[in-house]
Nanobody
Framework: QVQLVESGGGLVQAGDSLRLSCAAS????????MGWFRQAPGKEREFVGA????????YYADSVTGRFTISRNNAINTVYLQMNSLKPEDTAVYFC??????????????????WGQGTQVTVSS
């Protein structure tokens, strides 16, 4: 079992920045990719971005490319989502998730094994 805890969400204004963190604990010895997803009220969960185990590869949804950056520190089992130039449409609950799937489709939620409880991000206009 892997436990994931997100933090760093909050209420910000359009144009502001936030950095979300996702701390993993438990059986973290396996090499796992990490993904970020979000879900807005009344909408389907959507892929935000992902990072490979080594951190050498990152993938982003078109809607956040150029504004969001994912990084990870495997020494402390933590992944980050740096969100810049936030827009009201970025308002959602943000979830991190781990995947040991190989091969993996980074944008496919079913490829992820463990999920955090989510952290709310609200961007006011």
């Amino acid at each position: 079992q892997v436990q994931l805890v997100e933090s760093g969400g909050g209420l910000v204004q359009a144009g502001d920045s936030l950095r979300l963190s996702c701390a993993a604990s438990g059986r973290t010895r396996s090499r796992y990719a990490m993904g970020w997803f979000r879900q807005a009220p009344g909408k389907e969960r959507e892929f935000v971005g992902a990072i490979s185990w080594s951190g050498s590869s990152t993938y982003y949804a078109d809607s956040v490319t150029g504004r969001f950056t994912i990084s990870r520190n495997n020494a402390i089992n933590t992944v980050y989502l740096q969100m810049n130039s936030l827009k009201p449409e970025d308002t959602a609950v943000y979830f991190c998730a781990t995947s040991t799937a190989s091969p993996i489709a980074y944008g496919r939620g079913s490829d992820y094994d463990y999920w955090g409880q989510g952290t709310q991000v609200t961007v006011s206009s």
